[in-house]
């Protein structure tokens, strides 16, 4: 029950605030992969509740260099593919160590 009212309280937030600084990244990432506005938006709340329960583990900093290392490093293939090029694997083991 606990982690279904974190999630609608991020779910809340999202709506309320209106932007968040996953916006950019959902955009790129459905315009590469094709989908639509409901896709780009379950996006953004799925990366926003991730930074959440993040932030309630004690990981957000391992969680920020994370997302700033996909941010960057993440492109569209010619296959319509989403990929960093395994160019974050260092800041994923960071964050799967700190996650436990």
Do not use: P
């Not at 459905?30 to 639509?36: H, K, L, Q, T, V």
């Not at 509740?49 to 391992?62: F, P, Q, R």
């Not at 290392?69 to 090029?85: I, P, Q």
């Amino acid at each position: 029950m606990g982690w279904m009212i974190r999630a609608s309280i991020v779910v809340a937030s999202a709506v309320a605030l209106g932007c968040s600084a996953h916006e950019s990244f959902c955009e790129d990432l459905i315009d590469c992969a094709g989908g639509n506005d409901q896709d780009q938006e379950a996006c953004v709340i799925q990366l926003d509740a991730d930074e959440e329960v993040a932030d309630i583990e004690g990981c957000s900093d391992d969680y920020a260099e994370l997302f700033d290392c996909r941010e960057e490093a993440s492109h569209c293939t010619n296959n319509n593919d989403w990929t960093d090029d395994g160019k974050c694997e260092e800041q994923q083991a960071k964050y799967d160590k700190c996650r436990g």
